[in-house]
């Protein structure tokens, strides 16, 4: 990674999409030295087989959830936009509220979600799909643009990212070796304890996965990425 990059933000839909995707890489740039942001577009509030659990109880349960995570990662700045879980549409709403985000803590390198949908159904959720979509267009053009969002001015001026990370699986651009931060990565996952019955075996597949990224580069674990450089 570039030496330029001095603050970085993470763009997902839901409590943990961060830590599974990235958190090694997170990791990694919180030991760099690196600011880095995280901005949570759904409460999670659908994300439960228990027949007893509320919507209302679980989004709070899913948030201090995501603030452990972050803090075990070293992330001290977690945003959360609340939108409900399941339901997240392209609209102007969350458009400018994204863009407020970046304009916010204008990010250098901007991580995001997959637009498309992949072979790892787990990653191509709509929620996904539809965040990782309307990230890449607030960071072009819209958080860019004075006159986009004029309602946004002149608080929160335009900002130009420079690099974007967008996960991926398959034939990424960049593979970030993470052997070093793999443990720290399973234990911020492990924070959100409300979404696994069984741990081990979610540490298992997400060693296993990391594994085979890592394949390519050599290294024990990696996490993967395309790159967009900005000009």
Request: proline share 5%; hydrophobic share 40%.
């Amino acid at each position: 990674m570039a030496d330029k990059i001095e603050r970085v933000m993470v763009v997902t839909a839901h409590p943990d999409d961060s830590e599974f995707g990235a958190g090694g890489t997170v990791a990694k740039m919180v030991k760099e030295g690196r600011e880095v942001t995280y901005v949570i577009v759904t409460n999670g509030n659908k994300g439960s087989s228990d027949r007893s659990m509320t919507p209302e109880r679980l989004a709070r349960i899913r948030e201090e959830e995501q603030r452990n995570a972050a803090r075990t990662l070293g992330v001290e700045r977690v945003e959360f936009l609340g939108y409900p879980d399941g339901e997240v549409e392209d609209t102007r709403d969350l458009r400018r509220d994204v863009s407020r985000m970046i304009r916010a803590w204008r990010p250098d390198l901007v991580v995001c979600q997959n637009p498309h949908r992949t072979y790892l159904l787990g990653a191509s959720h709509r929620d996904h799909r539809i965040v990782g979509g309307v990230t890449l267009d607030c960071i072009y053009p819209l958080a860019r643009d004075h006159m986009a969002f004029p309602e946004l001015m002149p608080t929160f001026e335009p900002h130009k990212v420079r690099e974007v990370y967008v996960m991926q699986w398959q034939d990424p651009q960049v593979v970030v070796d993470v052997s070093d931060t793999m443990d720290l990565k399973l234990r911020a996952l492990a924070c959100h304890a409300s979404q696994f019955k069984d741990f081990a075996a979610v540490e298992a597949r997400v060693r296993d996965r990391a594994r085979q990224l890592g394949q390519a580069k050599g290294c024990a674990y990696a996490e993967a990425f395309d790159h967009i450089v900005i000009p």
